[in-house]
């Protein structure tokens, strides 16, 4: 696959460009990268869903389509045509105002429409969409959903990667999603080390100036006590530390339902690691490969990082630390940009004194995702999006290593359910300053 860095430069706005314009580029850019995300996988490869929270490539494709077509071309567009009416229930995630949607799990016998059908319905709601963007029809709230459709395909390429990856683990033969992926020098992470951080009255949440997910506000006050947060993310190598102590047999370091997850599904290490021959390897986007110490451990649940993390003698960081530690970095990083599809051990040498805040592995948080003080999901559909699944799911925070960077920032909550493994997710810890 090529180097995606070309591609995927998010084009600035320009202080004197239409928003319109501005927002045809960030189209056109964003709908090439899912293009190129699934150029290298044959028809069949797409119609795989490996896991219940899983979906195939094809209906990514066609599901981030049917986003526009539903919410803006529908409407917006005068006289349009849909493409095929029938893919407005079809290709529904979950959307009850919508109408009725299929079953999740039965997503992987859409055999019909085929995929150069999928790639035909694209390049309809496409052409369209350019057309709508060039014109001086789209008023301001109509561009906004525009962004937000272009944010929610964003969404859709990293569940892309994460979904095909767990599909091609799933086949005995174990085929690389990206064989010659860039692979930085095994070197020894950066020293682990803690940061003080002396708390009080701080505000969290988006400001509402720019893009972002309605979850993300209103900004509001919480008070914190002093913590004192990991410097990077915890590694293999200190993972491998607390599976070599019996981790995975101490019923004290787990919470009950951690506990009862572990027995359940027989869990004694990662997702995606195996011990042969006495040393562990694990299934990577580029293939089999040996464990790594110095990476950062990813493919845990909450439920494994909390386990660590009362292993190690500390805790997690709360969703309101993680944000106050990360409100003046830049949002840089392994991201889906670097094309490694894989996390990389810490740079010794970086000058930022936190590293790793953003990509690599996102950080479980210790935080129920709940609505903020005076959150008001968007009205209609789209107030679906995100305020019905406020209940029983974590949060994490700072995107991954298949997160597209213009995707990500430091008020940005990502959520899933304290068992949930087949996330690039990973383990910050933390303490109470005294
Ligand atoms: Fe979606």
Redesign the pocket.
Same mark, same amino acid.
């Given at each position: 696959m090529a180097q995606l860095k070309p591609v995927l430069s998010f084009p600035a706005v320009q202080p004197e460009e239409r928003r319109g314009d501005a927002l045809a580029r960030q189209y056109a850019t964003v709908r090439a990268l899912s293009e190129l995300l699934t150029a290298t996988l044959s028809a069949e490869d797409q119609m795989v869903q490996s896991c219940p929270e899983a979906s195939p490539a094809k209906w990514h494709l066609a *599901?981030?389509t049917w986003?526009f077509e539903t919410f803006i071309l529908s409407t917006h567009f005068e006289g349009y045509r849909p493409f095929d009416q029938r893919f407005r229930d079809l290709f529904n995630?979950y959307y009850n105002a919508i109408g009725v949607q299929p079953e999740k799990a039965l997503r992987n016998t859409f055999s019909r429409p085929g995929l150069d059908e999928v790639r035909k319905y694209r390049q309809h709601v496409d052409s369209r969409m350019e057309k709508l963007l060039a014109s001086s029809v789209p008023t301001d709230s109509v561009l906004d959903l525009v962004e937000l459709g272009l944010n *929610?395909e964003q969404? *859709?390429q990293e569940l892309l990667v994460t979904d095909i990856k767990h599909a091609f683990w799933s086949n005995p033969l174990r085929p690389a999603y990206q064989p010659d992926a860039p692979r930085q020098a095994v070197a020894a992470s950066a020293p682990q080390k803690a940061q003080t951080f002396a708390g009080g009255l701080v505000e969290a949440g988006h400001d509402g100036r720019s893009f972002h997910f309605d979850n993300e506000s209103p900004r509001h006050r919480v008070f914190l006590q002093p913590f004192r947060i990991a410097v990077r993310p915890a590694t293999c190598g200190e993972y491998l530390a607390f599976m070599d102590d019996r981790g995975y047999e101490r019923p004290e370091l787990w919470l009950s339902d951690g506990w009862k997850a572990v027995q359940t599904h027989h869990w004694t290490a990662p997702l995606y690691w195996e011990k042969s021959d006495g040393a562990w390897y694990q299934y990577t986007c580029s293939g089999m490969r040996k464990v790594e110490e110095s990476e950062p451990v990813c493919h845990v649940s909450f439920y494994e990082a909390e386990a660590f993390a009362r292993w190690a003698g500390a805790r997690l960081l709360t969703e309101y630390e993680w944000e106050m530690a990360a409100a003046q970095s830049a949002v840089k990083g392994n991201l889906l940009e670097s094309g490694s599809f894989h996390p990389q051990p810490a740079a010794a040498a970086d000058a930022t004194p936190l590293l790793q805040l953003f990509g690599d592995v996102w950080e479980w948080t210790a935080s129920a995702y709940l609505p903020y003080p005076g959150f008001k999901p968007a009205t209609g559909a789209l107030g679906e999006y995100n305020g019905k699944f406020m209940s029983g799911q974590m949060v994490l925070r700072g995107g991954s290593c298949a997160t597209p960077q213009s995707h990500i920032r430091a008020t940005y909550r990502n959520f899933f359910q304290p068992e949930i493994r087949w996330q690039f997710s990973g383990i910050r810890l933390a303490d109470d300053s005294i």
């Open positions: *599901h981030t986003f995630s *929610h969404q *859709h």
